[in-house]
């Protein structure tokens, strides 16, 4: 696939780290795309795996509606609190009190991982808006999974390419420390749930390696076997040279491909400073087989 003439659509792409990540300079996502803007983001998507648009306003609907034009949203049904409440596919990341409590989600994704990897349609991408952030910190790193991959021996890319692997839910980091009420509804509706070690990317035909800091083991193989080889590849994944490291400003909107990065969100802020955040998620596939 010829990537898109994306200065022809008055875009510009500028990398934003040798490994993945671009801004994109030129869009304004509460307008109204045409599908030859649709067709040259995601141009830039497939080549970037992450991309940023800066200096943007937060519309609810004007989010939604650019979101929508790249695929179906899902509606955060998995994880069926802290939406808000007219837009569901619409998930709050946030430190705000909601209900007269800390939200929960402000400790969202404090280990590697790709959305929704322990549910039965794992996120094809999210969009994530900042409202507020922090004075300092409060960063989220992203790694590339395609190179992840590529850089493996080809022969431990031929073993991962038949093996599935499983996703338990009750290794989201912190989901211990959470309403227990709650975490007991998330861990019904999604048991551990085996997905290929391996994702092909339906638009790029690439192949990235989708094993994460959730994943428990491989299916049929024991935890003992896993657990050094999880360890390895996530430590090979998320090696410095392989990641971007967003610093957020308010008016940002990052969107990620789940299907070829994994992402982390640091706890490296005062958590007495509001970080305030939105997510729009993309649906992916139905994958995987329950495995308990
Ligand atoms: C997410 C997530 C990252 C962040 O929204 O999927 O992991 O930095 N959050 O809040
Ligand atoms: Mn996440």
Same mark, same amino acid.
């Given at each position: 696939? *010829? ?8 875009? &510009? $792409? ?13 869009? +304004?996502?509460?307008?109204?795309? =045409? *599908? ?6 995601? =141009? ?29 949203? +899902?509606?955060?049904?998995? @994880? ?5 409440? %007219? ?27 790709? +959305?929704?990897?322990? !549910? ?25 999974? $395609? ?5 493996? =021996? ?9 093996? +599935?692997?499983?996703?338990? #839910?009750?290794? @989201? ?11 007991? %509804? ?27 800091? /959730?994943? =428990? ?17 996530? *430590?090979?994944? !998320? ?7 967003? $610093? ?11 299907? &070829? &990065?994994?992402?982390?969100?640091? *706890? ?6 509001? /970080?305030?955040?939105?997510?729009? &998620?993309?649906?992916? %596939?139905?994958?995987?087989? $329950? #495995?308990?």
């Amino acid at each position: 696939m *010829a990537p898109l003439d994306t200065a022809a659509a008055g875009l &510009t $792409v500028t990398p934003l780290a040798h490994a993945l990540g671009a801004e994109i300079v030129g869009v +304004d996502i509460n307008q109204a795309p =045409s *599908a030859d803007l649709v067709a040259a983001i995601r =141009s830039a998507w497939n080549r970037h795996h992450v991309i940023v648009f800066r200096g943007q306003q937060f519309e609810a609907a004007g989010m939604l509606r650019f979101a929508q034009a790249f695929g179906a949203l +899902d509606d955060h049904a998995a @994880t069926p609190f802290y939406r808000l409440e %007219e837009y569901p596919q619409l998930l709050q990341i946030t430190n705000r009190q909601i209900g007269g409590k800390p939200s929960e989600t402000r400790n969202t994704g404090r280990n590697w991982h790709s +959305d929704y990897s322990y !549910t039965d349609h794992p996120a094809a991408a999210s969009m994530l808006f900042c409202v507020e952030r922090p004075p300092v910190g409060g960063d989220t790193m992203f790694c590339n999974m $395609v190179r992840a991959y590529e850089e493996l =021996s080809p022969p431990l890319r031929a073993f991962l390419d038949g093996l +599935d692997v499983v996703y338990d #839910v009750g290794l @989201t980091a912190g989901i211990n420390e959470r309403d227990p009420a709650k975490t007991a %509804e998330v861990r019904r509706l999604n048991p551990p749930i085996a997905h290929p070690a391996v994702r092909v990317h339906p638009d790029s035909g690439l192949r990235a390696l989708y094993v994460s800091e /959730r994943s =428990s083991h491989f299916h049929g193989m024991t935890a003992a076997e896993s657990r050094p080889l999880i360890d390895h590849l996530c *430590a090979h994944a !998320t090696r410095p040279e392989n990641v971007y490291r967003h $610093v957020w400003r308010p008016g940002d909107l990052v969107c990620w491909d789940n299907r &070829t &990065t994994m992402h982390v969100a640091l *706890a490296d802020f005062d958590q007495t400073k509001p /970080r305030h955040m939105l997510r729009a &998620t993309l649906l992916g %596939e139905k994958s995987g087989f $329950v #495995v308990g």
